[in-house]
């Protein structure tokens, strides 16, 4: 028997005579040109009025621009196979590098004596929604400078330039602007000291590699499966598959605490390790300095390293999403309420780091070299010897629809006292799955664990706690659950007058549409349950948050065309709780 | 320059680079207009194609910064606006009509049982399919023609239309059903593993 999509298939590959794409060409030709001349133009404006106000930033524009668009090209135009060689001639360099890592020696640093370390940055900051609301064209680039000092003790001091924000449109500087941000990031540089008992895990910029293993295999398992248990790696592209690549590129490019000549050995093995590296051979970065490329690339993009051969140092990263705390540049550019803005109103973005360049080598300098205001934290006691003890369990979404999946899943734990929410100062897990399993190593004690999760509006779903009672040495089963919160709107659909035996003859559907259309079936952006769905029956619908218009329409029976809507829209507003509708109709025959 | 025909270049890239050089969007086009152009010939008639074509390449092009550059691959996204230029091109070509009543608007009632006995018995497969298509609920030609043409997922299908994946599957169903009642073939076949009979539409294959 021929199959109804293998005749539908070959109907649409059936070719339509000769196919002549340049009437369509040339009108997008058209359209790119009037584009190019307005973008031209309008730069020229800008820079008039620029070039009155802030002469200085004019200047620096234009060559952000350029490098911008160098960048790009140089990160499209990279061979996915390699240019020079795949995984395999990847692997080889990489352990080569990883074998001079090793022969460096770490400065040692006496009394006082600070290891400072700048970095050249250029990020492209974007936020796509704010509040329930998505917003077009708010991007624009940040170039700035991190400097952190480092002192024998891992305690780390950190300062980070940036200046002021560059558009490549006055429409992206409107948007940026009405989005309540800044084009001149306040609170310039913006500072931060860390104490190496407070390194991450725990949140801050600086990353302690100290308990991360030495063993290659399994750094390199870690970081593919992000499972380090430093929740700034883990959480990095959390969603993407292949993020060992720039997880392991984050501990190069830092700050980081506790990484050895033996650790960055192991990491640059490690790499070897991970496949899908591609060696692009010699390359210069944005700063002149000479290297060796290798390249990743992921869901997101092409990622490149630059590295120094002789040393493992990193010369140049391009392209790598920056993870969210990163050198806090971005959150200097957010207007203070109660200017609306995603502070205010919620919301998500991202960052992505253009280029970074190391400035030189890391030099020994005299703590008189911390700028003023700075200070070294002062040396702690040593903590005391904590045995960790494995707490585990089950994690659910009840009521979750059949198939649910979600990969921002997440087991938290809080300490007992203190509010329970995601950002106490406990711990968590990587992601969880929807009905699966997870396990933590946690201090003995009293804590409360639960499970939150993300949903597909960014809207996080947390559930109510535990407490969990640790005791030292024996591991401790604790199950977590959070119930799902959706659909959006459900209720019971009802249709008076159907002739007898409708509902095994025809069929019921309900539509939503956006409040901003017209209501119809089939509307623009519009969402529809029409799955089993019969007079007096339950219907449910996913709706993201904002205002809906709800209504039903029927069709009298299969193979008649046409679908028949009676009644008014019922309009809800929604968001992450569920609504009833109830929705009538009376039948009003074929 | 990124090279047109790389297929190691992922059209998100090329999209981004378009940002600051909108030439780079022409990369686009050379890469995907031949089969947008055969899918919109499938859907409406010749002459118009070039129109739609068009249409949906500068409305691409104009709409590329709202394009979502996690994801590699633009034909979910090209072909959502392409369904949507369909869709107002039909639009207004039905209100055009229907004020100079030459033709009835889309989708009126109609036997198609009947049709199927009497009209659609033709010695040429593949214009049966055609005839057939024409009868098909709207909503799942969508689906069903973004199946068997550029061969998309469920899932890309449903960022294509903005509608959810459940929802693809099952006008994916219903459509099946249709057509195949319509081409009359009969007995059943396999929809995600499950057995459904082309007299029953009505299905919960979800």
């Known amino acids: 028997m021929t199959d109804d999509l293998e005749l539908l298939s070959r109907y649409m590959d059936e070719p339509d005579g000769p196919v002549d794409l340049d009437v369509a060409r040339r009108r997008l030709r058209a359209a790119i040109k009037e584009d190019t001349d307005q973008t031209t133009s309008n730069s020229g404006t800008l820079g008039s009025r620029s070039r009155k106000r802030r002469p200085r930033v004019l200047a620096a524009i234009s060559g952000v621009a350029a490098a911008l668009i160098v960048a790009l090209l140089l990160v499209v135009t990279v061979p996915g196979g390699g240019q020079h060689g795949g995984s395999a001639a990847a692997a080889t360099e990489l352990r080569a590098i990883a074998g001079n890592a090793a022969a460096q020696s770490a400065p040692i640093l006496g009394q006082g004596q600070l290891l400072q370390t700048e970095q050249r940055v250029s990020l492209e900051g974007q936020i796509t929604q704010l509040g329930s609301k998505s917003i077009p064209n708010v991007r624009a680039v940040i170039d700035g400078t991190v400097t952190s000092w480092t002192d024998a003790s891992d305690d780390v001091c950190v300062s980070a330039t940036s200046g002021p924000a560059q558009f490549a449109s006055p429409v992206n500087e409107a948007a940026w602007t009405a989005a309540g941000l800044v084009v001149n990031p306040t609170h310039q540089p913006s500072t931060s000291c860390t104490s190496s008992g407070d390194a991450s895990p725990g949140g801050g910029g600086v990353i302690d590699v100290t308990g991360l293993t030495t063993s290659p295999p399994s750094l390199a398992h870690e970081l593919e499966t992000g499972t380090t248990q430093i929740p700034q790696l883990d959480q990095l592209m959390v969603n993407n598959q292949n993020a060992g690549f720039e997880r392991a590129a984050f501990l190069l490019i830092g700050p980081t605490v506790g990484a050895t000549p033996t650790f960055r050995a192991a990491l640059y093995d490690a790499l070897a390790d991970i496949p899908g590296i591609s060696y692009l051979g010699g390359m210069t970065t944005h700063s002149g300095a000479s290297g060796v490329g290798f390249s990743f690339r992921s869901d997101v993009g092409t990622s490149v390293l630059i590295v120094d051969p002789s040393s493992g140092s990193l010369l140049e990263a391009q392209n790598f999403q920056s993870p969210l705390s990163y050198g806090g540049v971005s959150a200097s550019y957010i207007a203070p309420p109660p200017t609306a803005s995603i502070l205010t109103e919620g919301g998500s973005g991202g960052t992505i780091i253009r280029w970074l360049d190391p400035v030189g080598a890391p030099a020994v300098v005299d703590a008189s070299a911390l700028p003023a205001g700075l200070t070294m934290p002062t040396p702690s006691a040593p903590p005391a010897q904590v045995t960790l003890t494995t707490l585990a369990g089950k994690t659910l979404i009840t009521g979750a629809p059949k198939g649910y999946s979600n990969s921002s899943v997440y087991v938290q734990l809080c300490p007992a006292g203190v509010k329970y929410e995601p950002a106490c100062q406990g711990q968590m897990t990587a992601s969880v799955p929807v009905d699966g399993s997870y396990s933590l190593k946690v201090a003995s004690g009293s804590w409360n664990v639960g499970m939150y999760y993300w949903n597909k509006y960014g809207q996080q779903v947390l559930g109510m706690p535990v407490s969990v009672d640790v005791q030292a040495g024996r591991t401790t089963h604790q199950s977590v659950e959070v119930a799902y919160q959706g659909p959006a709107v459900s209720g019971v659909v009802t249709l008076t007058g159907a002739p007898k035996g409708f509902a095994e003859l025809g069929y019921m559907g309900v539509q939503a549409c956006p409040t901003s259309v017209q209501f119809e079936i089939g509307c623009a952006g519009g969402t529809e349950a029409y799955e089993s769905i019969a007079p007096g029956s339950n219907f449910s619908l996913d709706l993201a948050p904002g205002s809906w218009n709800i209504g039903a329409y029927y069709r009298p029976a299969p193979g008649v065309a046409g679908n028949t809507y009676t009644g008014s829209p019922t309009s809800v507003v929604t968001n992450s709780e569920v609504h009833h509708v109830n929705v009538a109709m009376a039948y009003q025959g074929p | ?206």
């Open chain 2, 1 to 206: 320059m990124a090279d047109p025909e790389d297929s190691r270049t992922p059209d998100a890239d090329l999209i981004r680079l378009s940002f600051d050089d909108p030439g780079q969007f022409a990369l686009i086009f050379e890469r995907h207009a031949g089969a947008l152009h055969r899918y919109l010939s499938k859907r409406s008639n010749h002459s118009n194609v070039d129109d739609l074509l068009s249409d949906t390449f500068i409305a691409a092009f104009r709409g590329r910064r709202n394009y979502d550059l996690t994801f590699q691959d633009a034909r979910p996204w090209l072909y959502g606006i392409a369904s949507n230029t369909l869709r107002h091109h039909r639009r207004s070509e039905v209100r055009r009509l229907s004020h100079e009543g030459e033709v009835r608007p889309e989708n009126s009632c109609e036997d198609l049982a009947d049709r199927v006995v009497t009209g659609i018995v033709e010695r040429d497969e593949l214009d049966r399919v055609r005839r057939a298509m024409e009868l098909v609920d709207d909503r799942f030609v969508d689906v069903l023609m973004l199946i068997a043409g550029p061969a998309l997922t469920y899932e890309e299908i449903a960022r294509a239309l903005d509608i959810p994946v459940g929802t693809v599957r099952s006008r994916a169903s219903r459509g099946r059903a249709q057509l195949r009642e319509l081409l009359g073939l009969t007995g059943q076949y396999e929809h995600d593993g499950v057995t459904t009979s082309p007299s029953q539409p009505k299905d919960d294959l979800q």
